[in-house]
């Protein structure tokens, strides 16, 4: 759980998060354990594979958030948005390296 402070700023009271960088550094270490799982040489953050990886777990993050949050309209929006960008991604992909394409989809799941 996350402890908050109140702190008085102004007019209005704000709240500080005291460990919203530990946060921050744990979501940095997922999506880097995602690349190194999916990169195809050491220094590889940006091919079709990566990025397809990085879009599908924070798919599956605001999948599970939207189940909880019903009525969070501009969440989801942002999810449509990655699910067309994965997808944009994936077609490029097919286009390019057919066999790329199909291990890639084999490794995500993606069907």
């Known amino acids: ?40 040489h050491e220094k590889d953050t940006g091919s079709p594979e990566v990025q397809v990886a ?16 019903k009525k969070d309209n501009h969440s989801r929006r942002g999810l449509i948005k990655m699910v067309a960008d994965r997808r944009t991604h994936l077609k490029y992909l097919e286009r390019k390296d057919k066999s790329r394409y199909t291990a890639l989809m084999k490794k995500m799941e993606l069907v």
């Open 1 to 40: 759980m996350i402890r908050q402070n109140i702190v008085r700023h102004g007019s209005g009271l704000h709240f500080e998060r005291l460990y919203a960088n530990m946060l921050n550094m744990l979501a940095t270490k997922k999506k880097q354990a995602v690349i190194k799982k999916n990169q195809i």
């Open 54 to 69: 990085v879009l599908s777990t924070q798919i599956d993050a605001l999948a599970k958030h939207l189940k909880k949050h």
